[in-house]
């Protein structure tokens, strides 16, 4: 099986909710084929986020992107809205002390 036909494989996993079967095919493949790496990782960057771990999925999603720039136009449709996205770099955020909308300090 080639490299893209395994991701397409993990792919059609992830799809189905079988996310520790498609990770380990991503994990392999970063190890695998490189030029792959930034995909996996967007991949990987998802499965994160579905469990509940939103600071590995940033990671993950800011490796892919600073990778491939241009990702999105590989993973989505031409008519999708993320699809000439392009990362430009990190933007400088404020960090908040307490929610702009109700003040709970809380965030």
Known sequence: MTPTEEFQKADSLLE???????ADIYLKLMQK?????????YRLA???????DPMTAYDLYYSAFTGKPDIASNLYV???????????????E???AACPICGNKSL
């Open 78 to 92: 031409a008519d999708h809205t993320s699809h000439n996205y392009v990362f430009r770099g990190k933007k400088i």
């Open 46 to 52: 998802a499965i994160s986020n579905s469990a509940g």
């Open 16 to 22: 189905r909710g079988a996310f520790n079967e498609a």
């Open 33 to 41: 084929e490189k030029s792959l790496t930034p995909f996996c990782q």
């Open 94 to 96: 404020k960090e908040l």
